[in-house]
């Protein structure tokens, strides 16, 4: 497991700095924006399904559910992770399927 480090979006331009993930990894409240965080996933020749986990019970008290995002086997998709994504140890929890030929960038929003 790693903790993932966000980037800000600047008016003068961002340089994306790829994050090689992790089976799970988290992200700290304090790597959120406002309204939460935008994982780019970026994909060469492998297919992936990436999950949010949602730490928040139904009302009978029962795990969220977690519904996977599927990436092409060669492409990118953009995530939103809201801050409602954060669990009562202040942090969100991202898994991916697969690995390989597998980036992230997180960023801010």
């Known amino acids: 497991m790693a903790a993932l480090t966000s980037q800000s979006f600047l008016q003068t331009g961002t340089t994306p ?21 935008i994982l780019r996933c970026i994909t060469t020749g492998t297919t992936a399904n990436i999950s949010i986990l949602d730490p928040n019970p139904t ?24 801050q409602a994504a954060i669990n009562s140890s202040n942090q969100a929890t991202v898994t991916s399927s697969s690995q390989t030929g597998l980036t992230y960038e997180l960023y801010q929003y």
């Open 17 to 37: 700095v790829p994050i090689t993930p992790t089976a799970s990894d988290t992200i700290d409240r304090s790597q959120f924006g406002p309204t939460g965080c």
């Open 59 to 82: 009302q009978l008290g029962n795990a969220g559910t977690v519904v996977p995002i599927a990436l092409p086997a060669t492409g990118s998709r953009m995530i939103k992770i809201p």
